[in-house]
């Protein structure tokens, strides 16, 4: 079945640095992908998606590329910032995304120190 | 615009008793779907209902159950209860844009 392994957490970086937070995924057909953000006491947020190989999202500084050749959709910024801290999940999902169900990878903390 | 609305945000309850949580999906969104999220994790589906019905399911048991109503709001049914139910349970409202999360409801087994 379909499933997304994600970098193991807790990440911790200093105000500014550069953030790649790692996703693969399995699956079957040509799922869409997603990175949703959860901070602390909320639901989860989409903060990009992309639809097919080759598509970049991005959002907030955040961008991440479809990858079907290495089954990859890594999250990366630039510039992280204090308000960046929250947990990051990567999730796949079909064509038809808001009818068909979301797997989600374990999630990753990340903690930015000013 | 309200977003999605969960209720309760809190519970604990015992062992073997039975609990329903409530959603009320976002303007315009006719399909609704609940997630369960242990501590640590990412969030599981559990299933989707469109149109009063269920349309898919996770791999959960029988004691998950569900209901949609005609305003589209639905319900979580979870009987006998175990420890292991202890999760934040998520709903998420759709039409075909994409999703939107409820803060979802803490349920907490004593």
């Known amino acids: 079945g379909d499933s997304v392994t994600q970098m193991e957490g807790p990440v911790t970086l200093s105000e500014e640095a550069f953030l790649t937070i790692n996703c693969t995924y399995t699956a079957t057909g040509y799922p869409s992908l997603f990175w949703y953000v959860q901070y602390p006491g909320e639901g989860l947020q989409l903060l990009l998606k992309a639809t097919k190989a080759d598509d970049k999202g991005s959002n907030k500084g955040f961008e991440a590329t479809y990858r079907k050749e290495t089954t990859s959709f890594h999250l990366e910024k630039g510039s992280v910032q204090v308000s960046d801290s929250a947990v990051y999940f990567c999730?796949?999902?079909?064509?038809?995304?808001?009818?068909?169900?979301?797997?989600f990878g374990t999630g990753t903390r990340l903690t930015i120190i000013p | 615009d309200a977003g999605v609305t969960q209720s309760p945000t809190h519970l604990i309850k015992t062992r073997g008793q039975q609990v329903t949580l409530r959603c009320s999906p976002k303007?315009?969104?006719?399909?609704v779907s609940w997630y369960q999220q242990a501590l640590g994790q990412g969030p599981q589906f559990i299933f989707q209902y469109y149109e009063e019905e269920e349309r898919q399911r996770g791999n959960f048991p029988d004691r998950f159950s569900g209901h949609q109503f005609p305003n589209y709001s639905s319900e979580l049914n979870v009987n006998a209860l175990l420890l292991g139910d202890s999760a934040l349970y998520l709903c998420?409202?759709?039409?075909?844009?994409?999703?939107?999360f409820g803060s979802g409801t803490r349920l907490t087994v004593v």
């Open positions: 998420a409202s759709s039409r075909e844009s994409g999703y939107t």
């Open positions: 999730a796949l999902g079909g064509s038809n995304f808001g009818n068909e169900k979301l797997t």
């Open positions: 303007s315009g969104h006719d399909t």
